[in-house]
């Protein structure tokens, strides 16, 4: 049975190429009826964080995909042991006793780069066993064949054939000298215990898989089938990194800012991956019956944020905001009212549902982010419009007359008129007609006065939200401002 694994490391917060091989791998389970295990690779102690834990959590419930079973590494501790065991018990791995390599003389490889110690290597195993048993600390070394020209080879889902000299390899820890199981043994024996037949992962574990491909051979387990994702960069070429890139190589910045899932999930997807038919918009489902290893790209993908930006929007890749108004106009007005509430809400406003309801059709449109509804709606939210400038009452090839003239008229009109679209447009139409204005000019001023600027949503739906009473108590207002 197809098995794959999703293993972060708790170290920071969840990373977007992590959250991009999540959903590779979730896909890939998901198109072939397999199951999808969570494995948090929480041996390094030393840098694992409950706060890192928690932001991989959050991050991945945001992305509302789901997996199957799931496991802490540290939890395992007694496994990776016993397969260290039974390498060493088979002769491929010895005890080196000596502290971290150091000095010129044990720069023994290619490029002055360290491969063994061979006064450790060649120690007997009569010596070995007594010196451990003396209470000497040691650290547990795969001996990797030497002087036979042997290769190591494996297969790669994307990258092809994949074959390193095993005379390039350096004798990797096994074990620590705290008898802790480093990186490389944890992941492969877990990935034995688990049962995992297909590694999809970054391709910056691709120089790891030699030594991999080793455990497995020692340990008596057939490999799982590898596949390595291309990297994210940034604009620059550059690795995307925390430390580098800040906040916009974390998932839930994407979040905060008001991504919905769907729409990140549909842009990761297109970062390394494409379907046949070079679509790009994509359903979740959709992505599911397109998804497939073959469709992985080698080179790898550029994520076009902006650092520093002149908006916050303008931070992120134009792509990611296109696909998420996308999927925002795709949503029902049911469906993405009850996703702008809670921005609304949290931003301090206690709009009911039903107004969310009616405000939502005049701002689908308009919106790239959740959080937009904040400012392309902010006017029917707040009781008291902040100031705006009494100039943009005139209507265009008018003046501060005609502005007077058509808000008073309006006031009187709207006052007796059916707050309804139909009788709202066969009104004020009818009152510009009646004073020889053109209907732009007359509704204009009416548009400042109820929004605060010109560029607002179409006026008579805006004015049958509003109501009558917000409404002529606006237009009294912006009568003041101009007498």
């Known amino acids: 049975m197809l098995r794959v694994r999703f293993a972060p490391s708790p170290t920071g917060f969840l990373h977007v190429g992590s959250a991009r091989t999540f959903i590779f791998n979730w896909l890939y389970a998901r198109r072939n009826r397999g199951t999808l295990v969570l494995r948090l690779d929480d041996t390094d102690v030393e840098r694992n964080t409950d706060a890192s834990v928690n932001s991989i959590f959050e991050g991945l419930r945001w992305l509302d995909l789901g997996w199957d ?16 065991d039974a390498i060493f018990q088979k ?23 360290w491969l063994f110690n061979p006064g450790m290597r060649e120690l007997s195993r009569a010596e070995s066993d007594r010196r451990a048993a003396a209470g000497e600390s040691f650290a547990l070394r795969f001996r990797v064949p030497r ?85 994210l960069v940034a604009p620059d070429g550059s690795k995307l990194s925390k430390r580098r890139h800040g906040p916009v190589v974390s998932v839930t910045t994407y979040r905060d800012a008001g991504f919905l899932p769907e729409a990140f999930i549909n842009f990761l997807c297109l970062l390394g991956w494409s379907p046949k038919d070079d679509r790009e918009k994509m359903t979740r489902q959709e992505l599911t019956d397109a998804f497939s290893l073959e469709g992985i790209n080698r080179s790898n993908a550029v994520v076009n944020f902006k650092e520093p930006a002149a908006t916050p ?14 999927h925002i106009r795709a949503l029902s007005v049911d469906e993405l009212s009850a996703r702008l509430l809670p921005v609304v809400h949290a931003a301090g406003f206690s709009i009911a549902p039903e107004q969310m309801h009616a405000i939502t059709p005049l701002i689908r449109e308009r919106i790239k982010l959740l959080r937009d509804v904040l400012t392309a709606a902010d006017f029917f939210f707040v009781d008291q419009l902040p100031p705006y400038d009494p100039a943009e009452l005139i209507p265009q090839k008018g003046d501060t007359a005609m502005a007077l003239k058509i808000l008073t008229r309006a006031r009187e009109v709207l006052a007796q008129t059916e ?45 049958e939200v509003l109501g009558r009473e917000t409404t002529l108590a606006r237009i009294e207002l912006a009568l003041q401002k101009i007498q």
């Open 69 to 84: 079973e799931e496991y802490k590494q540290s939890e395992r501790l007694a496994l990776h042991r016993q397969i260290a």
């Open 91 to 113: 002769g491929l791995a010895y005890r080196d006793f000596t502290p971290a390599h150091t000095g010129d003389s044990e720069k023994s490889g290619a490029n002055q780069t």
């Open 147 to 231: 002087g036979t020209g042997e290769p190591v080879r494996f297969n790669d889902a994307v990258y092809g054939e994949q074959i390193k000299s095993a005379d390039d390899i350096e004798d990797f820890a096994l074990l620590r000298s705290d008898a802790m199981p480093t990186y490389h043994l944890a992941s492969c024996a877990d990935d034995i215990d688990l049962r995992i037949s297909h590694v999809i992962r970054g391709q910056d574990h691709l120089s790891n898989t030699y030594k991999h491909a080793l455990i497995f051979e020692g340990a008596g387990a057939k490999p799982p089938q590898f596949a390595h994702l291309p990297l």
């Open 313 to 326: 929007d303008e931070t992120f890749d134009p792509k990611a905001l296109w696909l998420n108004a996308e």
């Open 419 to 463: 707050f309804k679209h139909d009788p709202l447009d066969q009104t004020l139409r009818a009152a510009a007609l009646e004073m020889g204005a053109k209907a732009g000019q007359m509704f204009q001023p009416i548009r400042v006065a109820v929004c605060g600027r010109k560029n607002a949503p179409p006026l008579f739906e805006t004015l």
